[in-house]
């Protein structure tokens, strides 16, 4: 898991065996660890509720597991309040102080450095995260991504061990947090920042984490790179949150199945029933009128086209070329042209 140079990477920060609830609830995050090596990047992912900001609560001190442990840099922090645990927290409405300038909040942020070499470190800020000129305005004068990245600079300049994110773009418009994103993950590679991202938008987490953690329940279904979480998800809800899939209920003997689109190979061997996941590229689909499938649906996407198909009354998703012109009724057949994956449940 991660680069060669990140599994080598001295261990920042582990969590071993978490798990928090509420009130006489069910825990809303159950048995959870991992670790993270310095310079890594983690995003958690998960639908609304899963736990998410909960992780990050008892990461950053807020709140006390019921049990497990919190280590950074193998030290136990788990019974320190916040302020000892040298962490930055960048929270999706920024929090920054309305009634102090931009280098005053972010000069706030560095209250451990020397008062004397303050004002050297937070121009250094300033000029890093391109808010000169901006030094005397106040938050209510700043777009939404000039907020965002004061309060990125106040959370950097207190030179965190780790740093929290909790949806830190979803106020950005689209253009902007993309931007604001590729910026983000520059500075901290080529600053060693640690980090722990979390989000709901699978795009963001595929393309700012090393290592994305999909969360369901309270518990952590994968922990995997961006590319092996994608192309080889372990089980069905990875599978459908992460991206589109066709699931399919095959007989699998070895490495081939029996599916509703007829044999087909997979990455993997197994025996008996199980599901398979299809992603979209993973299917062709041709112009056939002996076809068995008929073209439902057709979004032209710009750089590609996005089919429904329906196949002996099932639905299936196609990703196809931009120029394909398969028409809205048109019949078809469809083609296996990658190795199914097989799920777990
Ligand atoms: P979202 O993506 O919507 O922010 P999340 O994955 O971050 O969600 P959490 O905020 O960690 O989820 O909440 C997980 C569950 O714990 C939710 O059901 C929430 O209602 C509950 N919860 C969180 N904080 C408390 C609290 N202080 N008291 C009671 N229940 C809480």
Not at 194 to 217: N, P
Request: glycine share 10%; proline share 6%; net charge neutral.
């Amino acid at each position: 898991m991660g680069t060669a140079a990140e599994r080598s990477a001295p261990e920042q920060i582990r969590v071993a065996g978490l798990r928090k609830s509420f009130a006489g609830a069910g825990p809303v995050v159950d048995g959870l660890s991992f670790s993270l090596g310095q310079g890594e990047i983690l995003a958690l992912l998960g639908p609304s509720g899963c736990g998410k900001t909960t992780i990050l609560r008892m990461i950053a001190g807020f709140e006390a597991p019921d049990c497990g442990r919190i280590f950074l840099h193998g030290l136990d922090v788990t019974g320190l309040p916040p302020q000892q645990r040298k962490i930055g927290i960048v929270f999706q409405d920024y929090a920054l102080f309305p009634h102090m300038t931009v280098l005053e909040n972010i000069a706030f942020g560095m209250r451990a450095v020397p008062r004397g070499e303050r004002p050297a470190k937070a121009v250094r800020w300033i000029r890093l995260l391109e808010l000169e000129n901006l030094e005397q305005r106040y938050p209510h004068e700043l777009s939404g991504g000039q907020q965002q990245r004061v309060a990125l600079a106040r959370t950097l300049a207190a030179e965190p061990d780790l740093v929290l994110l909790d949806e830190p773009f979803s106020n950005l418009d689209a253009a902007l947090r993309n931007s604001t994103r590729k910026e983000m993950r520059r500075l901290f590679k080529e600053r060693g920042v640690t980090a722990i991202l979390v989000t709901h938008d699978q795009a963001e987490a595929l393309s700012f984490a090393d290592r994305v953690g999909m969360m369901s329940t309270g518990r952590l279904q994968q922990l995997d790179t961006p590319e092996k979480i994608y192309q080889h998800p372990e089980n069905v809800f990875v599978a459908e949150f992460l991206g589109h899939t066709n699931l399919l209920e095959v007989e699998l003997n070895g490495c081939q199945a029996l599916s509703p689109l007829g044999p087909l190979t997979t990455l993997t061997s197994g025996q008996g029933r199980c599901w398979v996941s299809l992603r979209p590229e993973h299917l062709d689909l041709v112009s056939d009128p002996a076809g068995e499938g008929q073209v439902v649906s057709r979004e032209f996407r710009g750089h590609d086209c996005f089919y429904h198909v329906n196949y002996r009354g099932r639905e299936y998703k196609v990703l196809a070329a931009f120029d394909c012109r398969l028409a809205l009724g048109e019949k078809v057949s469809l083609r296996v042209v990658r190795p199914g994956v097989v799920l777990r449940g």
